[in-house]
């Protein structure tokens, strides 16, 4: 296995994996906060970076079945969510290409630096 590059992300509210700090996606490629995943609250991103996806699988979910693929830290290999691969339900069809994230395995790099005195010029 080669290299793999790291993306740092720049900006006001950064999601981060909350096991090692690695960057995944910014506020404003939120498509939806209404989602659920195995531990809670859950994110609809459009764009997402530094993440492996693992093979895919078949599951039934709430709003009916899809292929979709689970998503881990690059760094530190931690499961943070899954990707959509294939809606059967027309409707559901937006979903293919996008990312879930789920809010319990991220944080917000910019509002932990906005809590902490050292970093207020970031507030």
Request: hydrophobic content about 35%.
């Amino acid at each position: 296995m080669g290299y793999m590059h790291q993306t740092f992300l720049d900006g006001r509210g950064i999601f981060a994996c909350r096991n090692c700090h690695t960057h995944f996606a910014l506020r404003g490629s939120i498509e939806s906060r209404q989602y659920t995943g195995q531990f809670g609250r859950a994110i609809l991103f459009t764009d997402i970076v530094n993440v492996r996806a693992g093979d895919e699988n078949k599951r039934q979910m709430t709003t009916g079945v899809h292929i979709v693929r689970d998503i881990a830290c690059m760094r530190c290999n931690k499961y943070v969510g899954w990707t959509y691969v294939k809606a059967y339900e027309p409707e559901q069809k937006f979903k293919e290409g996008k990312f879930i994230l789920e809010r319990e395995l991220i944080y917000d790099v910019t509002r932990e630096y906005a809590r902490d005195p050292v970093h207020d010029w970031v507030g």
